[in-house]
T-cell receptor, first 113, second 113 residues
């Protein structure tokens, strides 16, 4: 079993829809939770991060962590065609020396105009 | 703005060739990483370095070596390229100890024939 599981999609939604992207994990040591966005033929870029459980909002994006269920989500409100990309979840234990980051396989999202 | 550059976007090599992939970052970051990205497998860590001349094996170091002679430059070496090393190679850097955010380069698509 992989440490981090993520549905690869593809997920296709109409413009303006609310998008929900999810990951599950098995390692209870993970404390930092991140979402990276990767456009086609580009490297991933950090979109959001949260520490431990709870919600974090940034514009149209909300990241949610439920450590009791080992489940994290990224919600995108009022989705736009420019949101079309692959979204990778990533997780890491508490900092202390080098932090190894474990990535999900990514979910490909397409927002149809 | 952090910039991570990789020497080539596309590379085609023959089986058995020695291959050099170079990565340069311009933000004085301590940590540098090499990943490969494959469909269904996500990002897998090959090697990382937390200081000049220091290196640590990641999850899949077999068939690869690295070199970090200067802080800003991290090279990945395929000693004898094989077809199963055909992949997208991504370089990343992060600020230092306890820094979870990684900045990625655009990637090198390597094909070994």
């Amino acid at each position: 079993q992989k440490e981090v599981e993520q549905d690869p999609g593809p997920l296709s939604v109409p413009e303006g829809a609310i998008v929900s992207l999810n990951c599950t994990y098995s390692n209870s040591a993970f404390q930092y939770f991140m979402w990276y966005r990767q456009y086609s033929r580009k490297g991933p870029e950090l979109l959001m991060y949260t520490y431990s459980s709870g919600n974090k909002e940034d514009g149209r994006f909300t990241a949610q962590v439920d450590k009791s269920s080992k489940y994290i989500s990224l919600f995108i409100r009022d989705s736009q065609p420019s949101d079309s990309a692959t979204y990778l979840c990533a997780m890491s234990p508490d900092p202390g020396g080098y932090q190894k980051v474990t990535f999900g396989t990514g979910t490909k999202l397409q927002v149809i105009p | 703005d952090v910039k991570v550059t990789q020497s080539s976007r596309y590379l085609v090599k023959r089986t058995g060739e020695k291959v050099f992939l170079e990565c340069v970052q311009d933000m004085d970051h301590e940590n540098m990483f090499w990943y490969r990205q494959d469909p269904g497998l996500g990002l897998r860590l090959i090697y990382f370095s937390y200081d000049v001349k220091m290196k640590e094996k990641g999850d899949i170091p077999e068939g690869y070596s690295v070199s970090r002679e200067k802080k800003e430059r991290f090279s990945l070496i395929l000693e004898s390229a094989s077809t199963n090393q055909t992949s997208m190679y991504l370089c990343a850097s992060s600020l230092g100890s306890g820094s979870y955010e990684q900045y990625f380069g655009p990637g090198t698509r390597l094909t070994v024939t």
